[in-house]
């Protein structure tokens, strides 16, 4: 991977694994973990597993392939960013309220921020 593409690729597939991860295998859960998040090589992994690198490769690729056919279903990750959004404008045009009415709404932002954590 080089470049942007590679820490964009990383950043979607660790979100991804975030909403996900508990859905796949044990196996690609690791090797997920071990390579976008542990940073291992292919070739550490493989070592590590006593397979091919083309092996780790495909599970990789499978495993990715997966967490993108779960968000094409179900848009969680999507979901979660149009809320963000939403809960960010939402911060900003409270800035600008009274600070009595103020105080209620950012209770309120901040009420549904951890409840979207919680989730």
Do not use: W
Request: charged share 30%.
């Amino acid at each position: 991977m080089q470049g942007d593409n590679a820490l964009e690729k990383t950043n979607r597939v660790n979100v991804l694994f975030d909403f996900y991860g508990s859905l796949l295998t044990e196996k690609q859960q690791t090797f997920l973990k071990c390579y976008y998040q542990d940073d291992f090589s292919l070739g550490e992994i493989a070592g590590d597993f006593e397979i091919s690198r083309q092996a780790v490769y495909e599970h990789l690729k499978r495993a990715e392939q997966v967490l993108e056919e779960y968000e094409q279903k179900l848009r969680l990750v999507a979901r979660h960013e149009f809320v963000q959004t939403g809960l960010n404008r939402l911060e900003l045009q409270v800035a600008d309220l009274e600070p009595d009415v103020r105080l209620s709404l950012q209770q309120t932002i901040d009420a549904l921020r951890g409840a979207e954590r919680d989730i």
